[in-house]
């Protein structure tokens, strides 16, 4: 399974994510559930899932789907 599609499984149930809804809207504050709480509980399951560790200052700059997936990358998870 590619890291897009593990990353947006993450989304999805956390989230409780419409599945119809693209990558490219899934925004921070701009989707539903991903507040400050949606938020902690994101990074938590991603970390969890691609088992990696995410500091405080990545967290913030995580803000949407797109960059969530660039950071796995830059932290050596791979496809």
């Known amino acids: 399974m ?3 599609t593990r ?3 993450v989304f999805n149930t956390v989230l409780e994510l419409d599945k119809t809804l693209p990558d490219s809207a ?3 504050q ?3 559930g991903w507040d400050s709480l949606g938020a902690v509980l994101l990074i938590s399951s991603i970390e969890e899932e691609f088992k990696v560790e995410i500091n405080t200052g990545q967290a913030l700059n995580m803000d949407t789907f797109s ?3 660039q950071l796995l ?3 050596g998870v791979r496809d």
């Open 67 to 69: 960059g969530a997936a």
């Open 2 to 4: 590619s890291l897009d």
């Open 73 to 75: 990358r830059e932290l």
């Open 7 to 9: 990353l947006r499984s």
């Open 30 to 32: 701009e989707t539903p």
């Open 26 to 28: 899934l925004r921070y």
